[in-house]
């Protein structure tokens, strides 16, 4: 079974920078395109960033455009998010994901086939 292992998360300021990393020792990160959701208490899963198989086309939500970064290290099955300017509004329980196209991912029309537990990132004002 594939599974995807999330890593990073934390406590943060207001202003402050932390970078998640997912990875996996199987196949999944270098075949798929790759993607970044949220979740915090009481609200709707959130699309974050997409990064494409080879890694050379990203998505990003409006919301975190030009604060996140979505990269990938195909050599280590790791998918990084580099999250810059923290606010508030970017506490949440943040997952990986694996999937057929990053764009489809972005847009809703594809879903992700894997899933990884997710990791807590809380921001404090």
């Known amino acids: 079974q594939v599974q995807l292992v999330e890593s990073g998360g934390g406590l943060v300021q207001v202003g402050g920078s932390l970078r998640l990393s997912c990875a996996d020792s199987?196949?999944?990160?270098?075949?798929?395109?790759m993607a970044w959701f949220r979740q915090a208490p009481g609200k709707e899963r959130e699309f974050v960033a997409a990064?494409?198989?080879?890694?050379?086309?990203?998505y990003y939500a409006n919301s975190v455009r030009g604060r996140f970064t979505i990269s990938r290290d195909n050599a280590k099955n790791t998918v990084y998010l580099q999250m810059n300017s923290l606010k508030p509004e970017d506490t949440a329980t943040y997952y990986c994901?694996?999937?057929?196209?990053?764009?489809?991912?972005?847009?809703?029309?594809?879903?992700?086939?894997?899933w990884g537990a997710g990791t807590l990132v809380t921001v404090s004002s």
């Open positions: 199987g196949p999944t990160v270098t075949t798929y395109a």
């Open positions: 994901a694996g999937g057929t196209t990053a764009q489809g991912m972005k847009v809703g029309r594809v879903a992700p086939n894997y």
């Open positions: 990064v494409s198989s080879g890694g050379s086309t990203t």
